[in-house]
């Protein structure tokens, strides 16, 4: 079945580093993918979406390229801030018989950065 | 910017008791949907409901779970004798098609 692996955490970066946090997935048919953030005592927002095959997502300096050929979707900040601490979530959207798209989520990484 | 809202934010209840947890989609979306988070888990889909009627639900959304959207604005995720396990974050989701767009959730604790 249709199933999302991501990176496991948690990730501890300094201000100003380099971000990836790696997302594979399995699916029939050409999902669309996303990388949701929760920050904490709050819900989920949607960070950055890719619809088809090379798209590339991007919002607050993150992006996250559609990658068929190796059913990727890593997420990438070039440089992150202590606001960025929270938890991502990469999610894959299924389509379902036109009544909807049920997500499946990973198990979420949680990101902190220090000072 | 319109967005889900969630009510209430926080709800404690006994085992056995039932519980109703509410949201408000946006207005236009068609499609909308409940999530849950175990504490330190995934996020896990528990049903979508399209067109006043459920169109997927997981091995999650057994007899002890309905859905219901009782006038033009609310959906409400009803939880009937509820038990230890039931104790998660409950997001309600919704969309025109995708993407979907969580509600800030509602945590339930069952003691």
């Known amino acids: 079945g249709d199933s999302v692996t991501q990176m496991e955490g948690p990730v501890t970066l300094s201000e100003e580093a380099f971000l990836t946090i790696n997302c594979t997935y399995t699916?029939?048919?050409?999902?669309?993918l996303f990388w949701y953030v929760q920050y904490p005592g709050e819900g989920l927002q949607l960070l950055l979406k890719?619809?088809?095959?090379?798209d590339k997502g991007s919002n607050k300096g993150f992006e996250a390229t559609y990658r068929k050929e190796t059913t990727s979707f890593h997420l990438e900040k070039g440089s992150v801030q202590v606001s960025d601490s929270a938890v991502y979530f990469c999610?894959?959207?299924?389509?379902?018989?036109?009544?909807?798209?049920?997500?499946?989520f990973g198990t979420g990484t949680s990101l902190t950065v220090i000072p | 910017e319109p967005e889900v809202t969630q009510t209430p934010s926080h709800q404690v209840t006994q085992m056995g008791q039932e519980v109703i947890l509410r949201c408000v989609p946006i207005?236009?979306?068609?499609?909308f949907y409940w999530y849950r988070q175990i504490l330190g888990q995934k996020v896990e889909f528990l049903v979508s409901?399209?067109?006043?009627?459920?169109?997927?639900k997981s091995e999650i959304f057994d007899d002890q779970f309905s859905v219901e959207r009782p006038d033009g604005s609310n959906f409400t995720l009803k939880i009937r004798s509820t038990k230890l396990e039931d104790s998660a974050m409950y997001f309600c989701?919704?969309?025109?098609?995708?993407?979907?767009?969580f509600g800030p959730g509602t945590r339930l604790l069952v003691l």
């Open positions: 890719a619809t088809k095959a090379d």
């Open positions: 409901f399209y067109n006043n009627e459920i169109s997927e």
């Open positions: 207005s236009n979306h068609l499609y």
């Open positions: 699916a029939t048919g050409y999902p669309s």
């Open positions: 999610a894959l959207s299924a389509k379902a018989r036109n009544t909807g798209n049920q997500f499946y």
């Open positions: 989701a919704s969309s025109e098609f995708v993407p979907q767009y």
